[in-house]
T-cell receptor, first 112, second 114 residues
Framework: DAKTTQPTSMDCAEGRAANLPCNHS???????VYWYRQIHSQGPQYIIH???NNETNEMASLIITEDRKSSTLILPHATLRDTAVYYC?????????????FGKGTLLTVNP | DGGITQSPKYLFRKEGQNVTLSCEQN?????MYWYRQDPGQGLRLIYY???????QKGDIAEGYSVSREKKESFPLTVTSAQKNPTAFYLC?????????????FGQGTRLTVV
């Protein structure tokens, strides 16, 4: 019962921006959008999260639509090392519902 | 240094044997999670816990058991009742409060049952 929908796979040219979409049309007002990535056979790594406003850190930018029903993770200058599975999840911070559910994610392949 | 440790990295067992996977964290996180990952698939939640001596079943708990006797530790036992135990197992921990409660993952244990 994943609450997010992502494309199965995407390709990107090295040096170009990678834009990974995520649909979370049933998101609740107190749920944050989180992004993680998993490089082959390793544990997932946190990238970024946000509630309503766009966010940027040293790894990526997160653009959340005004209605919060979708978001886009942007890797501004993709490198070969960004090839990974990217997971978009929604979760509540605090409260009694701390379940953390992942979908199948998007396999991003960065090509030379 | 702080982190979450899973051991061992690779584990081989004979069919019909129970096996326990270790997960320890020194991040003082309240919540801990166990996931299973099969080739080409996403992460599926097995069990999760937010406090000592309390845990909840995830989406695929059948054939698994856990305990949370200490805040730092959340071992997973794969029992003989689990029909397809061969998989990659990931443990995670997360704070439940704060402004940036992201989850931290261990490096996983790859279990092979022969």
């Amino acid at each position: 019962d994943a609450k997010t929908t992502q494309p199965t796979s995407m390709d990107c040219a090295e040096g170009r921006a990678a834009n990974l979409p995520c649909n979370h049309s049933t998101i609740s007002g107190n749920e944050y959008v989180y992004w993680y990535r998993q490089i082959h056979s390793q544990g997932p790594q946190y990238i970024i999260h946000g509630l309503k406003n766009n966010e940027t850190n040293e790894m990526a930018s997160l653009i959340i639509t005004e209605d919060r029903k979708s978001s886009t993770l942007i890797l501004p200058h993709a490198t070969l090392r960004d090839t990974a599975v990217y997971y978009c999840i929604v979760r509540v911070i605090g409260g009694s519902n701390y379940k953390l559910t992942f979908g199948k994610g998007t396999l991003l392949t960065v090509n030379p | 240094d702080g982190g979450i440790t899973q051991s061992p990295k690779y584990l081989f067992r004979k069919e019909g044997q129970n096996v326990t996977l270790s997960c320890e964290q020194n991040l003082n996180h309240d919540a801990m999670y166990w996931y299973r990952q099969d080739p080409g698939q996403g992460l599926r939640l097995i069990y999760y816990s937010q406090i000592v001596n309390d845990f909840q079943k995830g989406d695929i708990a059948e054939g698994y058991s856990v305990s949370r006797e200490k805040k730092e530790s959340f071992p997973l036992t794969v029992t003989s009742a689990q029909k397809n135990p061969t998989a990659f197992y990931l443990c995670a921990s997360s704070p439940l409060t704060g402004t940036s409660p992201e989850a931290f993952f261990g490096q996983g244990t790859r279990l092979t049952v022969v």
